[in-house]
């Protein structure tokens, strides 16, 4: 399955370019088969959510929230996928409460693009370790996401890819596989910390189909990281699950 697990729509994120079923019907042609939607410090309703499935049969969307935490540095951004409970909103500053009430929920949290700013990883200086912390994202420049990936050994974090989608040109750069089918947030939770998937990114793809990148450039203001030329494609041991399987710089 090809997911994404970080996307917004200009439903309810203002910074958002593109409406919910253009987003959706993007990720089909691009054959994804899961989505969280994860807005800014909102969540859909289950009524939503329904007239937004019964349009896109052939994908599995879930709700999540990207919420802002309240730091006294800058803000934290964290994914809770799997929710659609407003009670969060109302927790921003107490980011304890948090972890525990989406562990309730069996929600997977993830820390977003922790080193796109300072004090994006400040929580886990605090203590208040996630489940995973965002790798590969367009959010992340190359040096930032091998930031990632030794902290997330150090703290026995998972890793994961996202697209941070917030236009129609972002899927398709960075998202996660697995070989397990999921139903359920709480499902794809135990396939993240089980390590039952990889994180992918389109260099993968141009390079195993030979198909180029044809969109790549396209301007956004939130432009994906490019490739670098003769990266290591070897697989370290103990690598599934903890992030893809490329040395960076
Ligand atoms: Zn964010
Ligand atoms: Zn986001």
Redesign the pocket.
């Known amino acids: 399955m090809k997911v994404e697990l970080?996307l917004?729509t200009n439903r309810y994120?203002t910074c958002a370019v593109d409406s919910p079923e253009d987003m959706m019907a993007r990720l089909v042609e691009l054959g994804y088969d899961a989505v969280f939607i994860?807005e800014?410090d909102a969540v859909w309703s289950e009524a939503e959510l329904d007239d937004l499935r019964s349009k896109f049969p052939s994908l599995k969307i879930f709700p999540g929230l990207?919420i802002t935490l309240a730091n006294a540095v800058r803000s934290v951004?964290l994914?809770i996928l799997g929710t659609r409970d407003p009670a969060f909103l109302t927790m921003q500053r107490d980011v304890g409460s948090i972890l525990a009430r989406a562990r309730r929920q069996h929600c997977l949290t993830v820390l977003?693009?922790p080193y796109r700013w300072e004090g994006g990883s400040g929580i886990l200086a605090e203590g208040f370790y996630p489940d995973a912390i965002e790798h590969r994202t367009p959010n992340h420049t190359p040096l930032q996401s091998l930031m990632s990936k030794v902290t997330a050994r150090q703290r026995s974090l998972r890793l994961i890819n996202s697209g941070?989608c917030?236009s129609l040109n972002f899927p398709g750069y960075f998202w996660v596989e697995t070989h397990q089918p999921f139903d359920s947030p709480a499902e794809l939770r135990r396939i993240i910390l089980e390590g039952q998937y990889e994180n992918r990114t389109y260099e993968d793809e141009s390079l195993t189909t030979g198909t180029g990148n044809q969109e790549l450039g396209t301007g956004e203001k939130q432009e994906p990281v490019k490739r670098e030329p003769g990266k290591n494609r070897n697989q370290e041991p103990g690598e599934t699950g903890t992030g893809n399987n490329k040395k960076q710089g």
Request: hydrophobic fraction near 15%; aromatic fraction near 0%.
């Open positions: 970080h917004h994120s994860t800014h990207e951004h994914l977003a693009h941070d917030h």
